[in-house]
């Protein structure tokens, strides 16, 4: 389903900063609990289009590989100016 034209005008006069880390979904340590309820298929679907979101409206999307957790702060750290 298309953004309404009301929401692409919000979305462009109120800009993040370009770039956007995003972390795609990684089975081997997904879990669902009291705050995580989605499936993992819902989970990889929301990444996909998160991801695709971003790229419609200009950002760009710097993908977080699967690391350990100070390899992938290392890597954002270095992203930044």
């Not at 972390?23 to 081997?28: G, K, M, N, S």
């Not at 340590?29 to 298929?41: A, L, S, V």
Request: glycine share 2%.
């Amino acid at each position: 389903m298309p953004a309404s034209e009301e929401l692409n005008k919000l979305v462009n006069s109120h800009p993040y900063n370009r770039k956007v880390f995003i972390l795609p979904a990684w089975e081997e340590i997904y879990q669902k609990d009291n705050e995580r309820k989605q499936t993992w298929g819902e989970a990889v679907y929301t990444f996909d289009k998160m991801k695709q979101t971003y790229l419609e409206y200009g950002y760009e999307v710097i993908e977080v590989h699967k690391n350990s957790v100070n390899n992938r702060c290392e890597f954002i750290l270095n992203q930044i100016p």
